[in-house]
């Protein structure tokens, strides 16, 4: 007898990025065995992990979330949420819970919560490392204990287990702490017996809903189906349709090699994967295997502060100035270090230059012949303390305005300012500083599950 397909509802690419109503009333037409949603990236850098803040914002969050979990708890079709609150963390999970909570009071629902947490105690850490069970994720260094002590928290990247075990004890919506991206909308699939291979490659291609589709969105709805031996993937907005080349190329998204994916547990073999135009808008794809990998390896990820920033932004069209941008650079960062000499600052200034390199840097192949007439400035410093980052860069903007280069003509700036003040304090300033895998005996035991009943 011919397996049932597997439905599966992307709601958005990021919980908060947002969707049409209507997309999500035509998921829920199809009958979806589950609402899924990836609420989280390392994209927008390690600030957001070592912060203990979330780069989406609330109310939008709150919107896609209220949406989800109504329609959700109301036809009885779990909702799992991957990567809360954006990094995954405990402050992460606690700020999305409090949204969680408040959808279910305002709406009168009642339901089964499970939260998966993911951020791992640094004593634990300290022993895996001492057990030799920690190794880099090149080009990451060792991870060190001094490291580990710097770090402000980290994180584990769950695969499908904890997910799995949370809906087998109860859960009608999951809050999970970091997770591997697919296993957000593969975890069901597997649990009721799905190719594990079919299921990962239709997740990843899910995470990022309708960027999939021609025209692409990171907001709008995506449905994905899983059969036996393949996997299809449909648009939901008439706007936009899938084709061979939209879906093989975002299975191509954030990969260094085009057949090999590695994940939690093993990795997936796209090397047979095959590409058909089933109807002008849907794909279905087949051919796609997970390979288990000898052991079982998770990702950490960390954060650690290593200063705060002030930028100023400033823009130039003089000719002269733009052809000798780069010895101008050199000279203020030059008069700012000898304004300071004799004193033990330590401080980074750097000098993006758009119109030029600011989008590549080193790698801009036009960088020797830039096509702009007028190029962008910002200027960054980066301090042990924001005080300290704010003198700098006003020593920097200062010195840059007024610099003296041969053929210079004007005796005023030569650069403009779009806002007064002109300088800007970005606060606290991260670097990721683990990066690492590490090896488990179980898949779920760095993740406890903690259940409540939400709405009473």
């Not at 009333?25 to 803040?53: F, M, W």
């Not at 895996?128 to 710097?150: C, N, Q, V």
Request: hydrophobic share 40%; glycine share 10%; aromatic share 8%.
């Amino acid at each position: 007898m011919k397996k049932e397909e597997f439905r599966i509802l992307s709601a958005t690419a990021i919980l908060g990025y947002g969707f049409p109503l209507s997309s999500f009333e035509e998921g829920l037409k199809r009958n979806p065995h589950v609402i899924a949603v990836d609420a989280g990236s390392t994209d927008p850098g390690p600030y957001y992990l070592g912060a203990g803040v979330s780069f989406t914002d609330r109310d939008a969050v709150k919107r896609d979330l209220g949406i989800m979990i109504k329609a959700g708890v109301e036809r009885g079709i779990p909702v799992c949420i991957g990567t809360a609150g954006g990094s995954g963390g405990e402050p992460h999970i606690n700020w999305n819970r409090e949204i969680v909570d408040e959808i279910a009071k305002e709406n009168g629902l009642r339901f089964k919560l499970a939260i998966v947490h993911a951020e791992i105690p640094k004593d634990m850490i300290l022993r895996e490392l001492a057990a030799g069970r920690i190794t880099p994720l090149g080009p990451a260094p060792a991870l060190t204990a001094d490291i580990i002590g710097e770090t402000t928290r980290i994180v584990a990247q769950m695969g499908i287990e904890p997910f799995i075990a949370a809906r087998e004890g109860g859960a009608q919506v999951i809050l999970a702490g970091r997770a591997y991206d697919p296993a957000v909308f593969s975890s069901l699939a597997v649990a009721e017996g799905y190719d594990r291979g079919l299921a990962t490659h239709l997740g990843k291609i899910l995470e990022c809903a309708a960027i999939c589709a021609t025209p692409g969105s990171g907001s709008d709805c995506m449905f994905g189906y899983i059969g036996e031996d393949y996997f299809r993937v449909e648009p939901l907005n008439s706007e936009r349709k899938c084709t061979t080349v939209s879906v093989a190329a975002h299975t191509l998204y954030e990969k260094s090699d085009p057949r090999i994916l590695p994940g939690p547990g093993g990795y997936l073999d796209l090397t047979e994967a095959s590409f058909e135009q089933e109807t002008p808008d849907t794909v279905r794809v087949s051919g796609s295997k997970f390979v288990q990998s000898d052991g079982y390896f998770v990702k950490l990820e960390g954060a650690h502060r290593i200063g705060w920033r002030t930028i100023s932004i400033a823009g130039t069209r003089d000719a002269i100035m733009t052809q000798k941008i780069d010895e101008i650079i050199a000279g203020v960062k030059a008069r700012v270090a000898d304004n300071f000499s004799g004193r033990e600052l330590s401080y980074h200034l750097n000098f993006i230059i758009y119109g030029r390199d600011g989008v590549m840097g080193k790698l801009e192949p036009l960088r020797e012949n830039p096509p702009s007439h007028e190029f962008g400035i910002i200027i960054e410093a980066i301090g042990d303390t924001q005080e300290l980052a704010n003198t700098i860069c006003a020593t920097a903007r200062s010195t840059l305005l007024h610099y003296g280069f041969e053929g210079r003509r004007a005796t005023a700036g030569n650069i403009a300012f779009p806002y007064s003040p002109s300088d800007f304090e970005a606060g606290e300033v991260f670097a990721f500083s683990v990066y690492h895998l590490l090896k488990v005996d179980d898949p779920a035991e760095l993740f406890p599950i903690e259940y409540t009943l939400c709405g009473q």
